[in-house]
Nanobody, 121 residues
Framework: QVQLVESGGGSVQTGGSLRLSCAAS????????MGWFRQPPGKEREAIAA???????TYASSVKGRFTISKDSAKNTLYLQMDNLKPEDTAMYYC???????????????WGQGTQVTVST
């Protein structure tokens, strides 16, 4: 069973930065691509970033150029660096696997518990 635990959320002002972490464990983790979703209040959960096995990345247009997905394999940890945050980035953020690219977003099996990001004006 794959376990995903997010951390790093918090409250920041517009233009600020946060780095989210997702600590992963489980016997199948090494074979899984991983990525991030978010769910704004009152909205559906949406894919925002994915990291494929070949290192390629995919971003939602709403975050491209501001967010960066990366992984530290030695630490079994996925990251989401979020810069130039905007109020519309306010959401619960979830780590997910397997999530290689947006064409496979419906195949996610494992989810973290979520970490809240709030961006104020």
């Amino acid at each position: 069973q794959v376990q995903l635990v997010e951390s790093g959320g918090g409250s920041v002002q517009t233009g600020g930065s946060l780095r989210l972490s997702c600590a992963a464990s489980g016997v199948m983790y090494a074979t899984y691509c991983m990525g991030w979703f978010r769910q704004p209040p009152g909205k559906e959960r949406e894919a925002i970033a994915a990291l494929d096995s070949d290192g390629s990345t995919t971003y939602a247009s709403s975050v491209k150029g501001r967010f960066t997905i990366s992984k530290d394999s030695a630490k079994n940890t996925l990251y989401l660096q979020m810069d130039n945050l905007k109020p519309e980035d306010t959401a619960m953020y979830y780590c997910a696997a397997p999530f290689c690219n947006f064409g496979y977003k419906d195949y996610v099996v494992y989810w973290g518990q979520g970490t809240q990001v709030t961006v104020s004006t």
